[in-house]
T-cell receptor
Framework: QKEVEQNSGPLSVPEGAIASLNCTYSDRGSQSFFWYRQYSGKSPELIMFIYSNGDKEDGRFTAQLNKASQYVSLLIRDSQPSDSATYLCAGRGSNYKLTFGKGTLLTVNP | GAGVSQSPSNKVTEKGKDVELRCDPISGHTALYWYRQRLGQGLEFLIYFQGNSAPDKSGLPSDRFSAERTGESVSTLTIQRTQQEDSAVYLC????????????FGPGTRLTVT
């Protein structure tokens, strides 16, 4: 069974702090990883994807991948109340299907 | 440009009835995916269409579920003899092709089976 695990949270951080979201996966065949943001009652939207070991930065967001440890993370710097949402981690293998975790609820307090 | 659209946005049905959900992908997108999201859960893959290739139906939970897609256009997901456990949000996504990283999601159909 291919699984993606996330801490369901809620993760609560003060405005301006760094939010750290973590994800582990069981399928070593997974080749690329995705972070989606989902506001309550809305559909997911892609934040970042990563397929190489190391860090990938885009604005306030940094994705980190460690294939040896089967670990993916998303860092959000200078967190804003508008970042409050559920963050979904997903892995994709050679069959192009996404396997999603259950998501981590992030709350950024003003 | 227009995004992925789904209809209806909400559907309430009685147990045992059949329902049909519709997805209009972004024009030119050859790959189309259906997912199910139960309350408080992540997305569960159901089925994937890529161009004229045979669909990947490996995520369909039972034979009560089926889906069709005509060419690279509209897709319909049909649930026969609905059960209460079918209550969920059904999300459709499309991407330029199967290799493209970004899947664009529609707003979803919230299905409630009473």
């Amino acid at each position: 069974q291919k699984e993606v695990e996330q801490n369901s949270g809620p993760l609560s951080v003060p405005e301006g702090a760094i939010a750290s979201l973590n994800c582990t996966y069981s399928d070593r065949g997974s080749q690329s990883f995705f972070w989606y943001r989902q506001y309550s009652g809305k559909s997911p939207e892609l934040i970042m994807f990563i397929y190489s070991n190391g860090d990938k930065e885009d604005g306030r967001f940094t994705a980190q991948l460690n294939k040896a440890s089967q670990y993916v993370s998303l860092l959000i710097r200078d967190s804003q109340p508008s970042d409050s949402a559920t963050y979904l981690c997903a892995g994709r293998g050679s069959n192009y299907k996404l396997t999603f975790g259950k998501g981590t609820l992030l709350t950024v307090n003003p | 440009g227009a995004g992925v659209s789904q209809s209806p946005s909400n559907k309430v049905t009685e147990k045992g009835k059949d329902v049909e959900l519709r997805c209009d992908p972004i024009s030119g997108h050859t790959a189309l995916y259906w997912y199910r999201q139960r309350l408080g859960q992540g997305l569960e893959f159901l089925i994937y269409f890529q161009g004229n290739s045979a669909p990947d139906k490996s995520g369909l939970p039972s034979d009560r579920f089926s889906a069709e897609r005509t060419g690279e256009s509209v897709s319909t997901l049909t649930i026969q003899r609905t059960q209460q456990e079918d209550s969920a949000v059904y999300l459709c996504a499309s991407s330029l092709d199967s290799v493209a990283y970004e899947q664009y999601f529609g707003p979803g159909t919230r299905l409630t089976v009473t």
